[in-house]
């Protein structure tokens, strides 16, 4: 995962990080590359409206890794 990711914990979820993003509290957006193409698209969307870096390489299983959850994550954001 990128070194970003140390400076805080990332915060999951579809509906908090789109708020996040669009109030430009993050730094870095992941979406995952196995997420529904629906969401991939809103994010990927609202990351360049905003000029917001946007990491899609990892899987949903990653993303629940890398927030500390035991299920699978979407969307999740570094502020």
Not at 20 to 48: H, N, P, Q, T, W
């Amino acid at each position: 995962m990128a070194s970003e990711n140390t400076a805080s914990a990332p915060i999951a979820g579809l509906n908090r990080s789109k708020k996040m993003i669009k109030r430009g509290d993050v730094k870095l957006a992941y979406v995952a590359s196995d997420a529904e193409e629906k969401i991939i698209r809103e994010i990927k969307e609202l990351c360049f409206e905003t000029g917001v870096k946007l990491d899609d390489a990892h899987t949903k299983s990653q993303l629940g890794a890398l927030c500390g959850i035991e299920v699978d994550c979407a969307v999740c954001v570094v502020a």
